[in-house]
Nanobody
Framework: QVQLVESGGGSVQAGGSLKLSCTSS????????MAWFRQAPGKEREGLAS?????????YGDDSANRRFTISRDNRLKMVYLQMNSLTPDDTAMYYC??????????????????WGQGTQVTVSS
């Protein structure tokens, strides 16, 4: 079993930055894909970014995430991060960390991941 705990969320004004962290425990995640998703009220959970076990393959969900977000991992520390810059009110959502072994083309899909954290809330005010 893998346990994931997110942190770093909070309230920020538009244009600000936040760095989310995800710490894992239990079964090692060093050989697993890690990803960040978010879900706003009334919307589906969307994949923001994924990173392969060795960090060589990184995918972002869309151009906006590609330009403003950066995913990284430190397997020694069992941590995954999401640096978010130039935040807008549209970024307000619950942010989730996920771990799993998605197949090709499933890296940003919810069903590609087995383990999930409880989420951390990000609220961006205008």
């Amino acid at each position: 079993q893998v346990q994931l705990v997110e942190s770093g969320g909070g309230s920020v004004q538009a244009g600000g930055s936040l760095k989310l962290s995800c710490t894992s425990s239990g079964e090692s995640t060093a050989l697993k894909y890690m990803a960040w998703f978010r879900q706003a009220p009334g919307k589906e959970r969307e994949g923001l970014a994924s990173i392969s076990p060795n960090g060589a393959r990184i995918l972002y969900g869309d151009d906006s995430a590609n330009r403003r977000f950066t995913i990284s991992r430190d397997n020694r520390l069992k941590m995954v991060y999401l640096q978010m810059n130039s935040l807008t009110p549209d970024d307000t959502a619950m942010y989730y960390c996920a771990a799993g072994n998605p197949g090709m083309d499933w890296e940003l899909r919810r069903l590609g991941y087995t383990w999930w954290g409880q989420g951390t809330q990000v609220t961006v005010s205008s």
